[in-house]
Every structure is written in C-alpha cells, then in structure tokens.
C-alpha cells in the first residue's frame, strides 16, 4: 500500500460532461503529481502541486484544471470531456519536489461514452 | 513528449531466468529511476540511480547508467512468476520533471 488514495476507482460518463478526480496523498508529502495512461499515449504528465502552488505543467489540455488544497489533497477536473480522454488518471505524491521517488495511487479509470 | 524509451517493448522468460530492459534517454538528467506496474494497479518505484552513480543494487534488482551513452539499465535475477509486470523508466530532469518511457512487459512463464 502506497498510502496514495484516489478516488473514485471508476468513473463512467458520457461526452460533454464534467468529473472530479480525487486524491489524497502520504501522510507527510508534500508535493503531488497527475499523470494520464492510456493505451497509445503511454504515462503523460499532467501537472504537479508543492504545498498548494502548481510548480509544473506538462501536457495538461485546457479543458483540465487541478488544484491542491491547504489539506495538501488534489482534485483534477476534466470539463467537456471527449472520447479520447478515456483513460487511467494517476495520482503520486512525494516528500519533496524535484526527483524524488513517487508514491503512486491505484488510479481512476475514466471511460467516456 | 516521453524522455525514455525502453527497449524490448516486450520479454518473456522462464522463471529462474534472468530478464534485462534497457532504457535509452535523451537530455541530461539529474537521477534515474525505474518502476514495475502491475496489471491495471498504480506503479511502484524499484531503484533510483544518480548521475554521478554508475551501478546500484537492490536485492535481486540491478540498474546500470551510462551517462556518455544516455542510457541505463535493469536486470531482474533469478525472476520469479511474481516479476511479471510492466517496468518504466523515468528520467529526473535539471528542471524537475520526471518524464516516464513507454514501458517494457515482462511476462516470467512457470
């Protein structure tokens, strides 16, 4: 067990909705990070959180947002969601920013009908 | 944009056999790490190896680097039914990203 938890395990919706993705991360760490998975894509960084500012963004669309909040817990939103945002959203949290080995969630999978 | 590229895509070996994945990147770094993913599960951080490291060991786990050739890799020995899994390399950049590869699939036949 990581001690990463997210929230929901699964999550099933339709084209042109919203969904919030939730993550809780090790007692302790401090920074947290979303990555996409999916099958042609491989493991995409979306952003990273250090004690609530955003410290990075990778390749995170415009239709997606995320924040940390004082409880250092995240949430990504994903608006307007299309077929191919169908994928394994990941949460990992480390103690420090800047290379540190990552704890990593059991994930969400979204699928987009 | 992926940093590491993991070469074979794919392995399967018999147990008690030893596996290797190379992983080849591109721009310089400031560590190495590798991870195993089990099937539809969260990944796991393995080893992390510095660049000024050349070889680092952990239990049956044996990751290289060779920072003139940007590339590393992980040797699983004696593999076990168990070490079936995906592993990734990730590559700790200057600018604190962690960019992670495509993945190699070990399967470990019984």
């Known amino acids: 067990d990581s001690g990463v938890t997210q929230t929901p395990k699964h999550l099933i919706t339709a084209t042109g909705q919203r969904v919030t993705l939730r993550c809780s991360p090790r007692s302790g760490d401090l920074s947290v990070y979303w990555y996409q998975q999916s099958l042609d894509q491989g493991l995409q960084f979306l952003i990273q959180y250090y004690n609530g500012e955003e410290r990075a963004k990778g390749n995170i669309l415009e239709r997606f947002s995320a924040q940390q909040f004082p409880d250092l817990h995240s949430e990504l939103n994903l608006s307007s969601l299309e077929l191919g945002d169908s994928a394994l959203y990941f949460c990992?949290?480390?103690?420090?920013?800047?290379?540190?080995?990552?704890?990593f969630g059991n994930g969400t999978r979204l699928t987009v009908t | 944009s992926q940093q590491g590229e993991e070469d074979p895509q794919a392995l399967s070996i018999q147990e008690g056999e030893n596996a290797t994945m190379n992983c080849s990147y591109k721009?310089?770094?400031?560590?190495l790490q590798w991870y195993r993913q089990n099937s539809g599960r969260g990944l796991v951080h393995l080893i992390l190896i510095r660049s000024n490291e050349r070889e680092k060991h952990s239990g049956r786990l044996r990751v290289t680097l060779d920072t003139s050739k940007k590339s590393s890799s992980l040797l699983i020995t004696a593999s076990r039914a168990a070490d079936t899994a995906s592993y990734f390399c990730?590559?700790?950049?200057?600018?604190?990203?962690?960019?992670f590869g495509a993945g190699t699939t070990v399967t470990v036949r019984a």
């Open positions: 721009t310089s770094i400031n560590n």
């Open positions: 990992a949290s480390s103690v420090r920013e800047g290379n540190s080995p990552l704890h």
């Open positions: 990730a590559t700790g950049r200057p600018d604190y990203k962690l960019s």
